[in-house]
């Protein structure tokens, strides 16, 4: 059991205080315990440029509202521009629209040169649409349009993941959401015979690690 897994690097003060936000999906609770994120949690620790990896314990983890998340994500956890979030599922849904509003608070709060204020965004099983579930529509991300345009100026680099087998999301919502995020900073990973990410891949790492490279070659 742990709200935060917090790592420190005191022998190099002068890198960038890089943090990681694992945003889970809806009903893990713990989130500790629950699929892959212990474990991407602990391998992004042992990232030298890692300085804080939040894995926390979300409000209203059945309903996930985006009334209840987003608040908790901004206010309680805190992002900036050497943050990289990593949504799953529901997660997902709540890191885009995360995405759409980073720009303008941005604007607001930051001092940087740069346009936006999350470094990068990983999307995990994401969806666009209710699908004409009950709980999915009480969640609060589907009951408008979503902003691509804005969605994309968001983030330095935004990455989807999804699987070909997922039983829960049909592959064609993530296949729509590539469509509307093309861009030079946008990749989509369409993994075959994968599911809805339940256990650890490598493939994430490897995609985080590229965000977390460029963030230390400019500190």
Not at 6 to 17: D, F, I, V
Not at 146 to 174: R, S, Y
Request: charged share 25%; glycine share 6%.
């Amino acid at each position: 059991n742990f709200e935060a897994f917090h790592r420190l690097h005191e022998n190099n003060p002068q890198a960038k205080n890089m943090k990681v936000v694992i945003i889970p999906g809806m009903g893990c609770t713990p989130v500790a315990t629950s699929n892959w994120y212990s474990w991407f949690a602990h391998e992004m620790s042992q990232r030298s440029g890692v300085t804080d990896v939040v894995l926390r314990d979300f409000p209203d983890p059945y309903q996930c509202k985006e009334s209840v998340w987003v608040p908790f994500v901004t206010n309680d956890i805190g992002l900036d521009e050497d943050t990289v979030i990593v949504g799953h599922s529901t997660g997902a849904a709540c890191a885009m629209r995360l995405l759409e509003s980073e720009p303008k608070r941005a604007a607001m709060v930051s001092t940087s040169h740069s346009s936006t204020s999350v470094r990068g965004v990983v999307l995990v099983a994401a969806a666009y649409t209710d699908m004409g579930d009950k709980s999915e529509r009480r969640s609060e991300y589907f009951n408008r349009p979503w902003n691509w345009e804005k969605m994309k100026q968001g983030a330095n680099k935004i990455a989807l993941f999804h699987g070909t087998d997922d039983p829960l999301i049909p592959v064609a919502e993530a296949r729509f959401i590539a469509e509307k995020l093309k861009g030079d900073n946008f990749e989509y990973y369409e993994m075959m015979g994968a599911s809805h990410f339940f256990k650890p891949w490598n493939e994430i790492l490897e995609v985080v690690d590229d965000m977390i490279e460029e963030i230390e070659s400019e500190s």
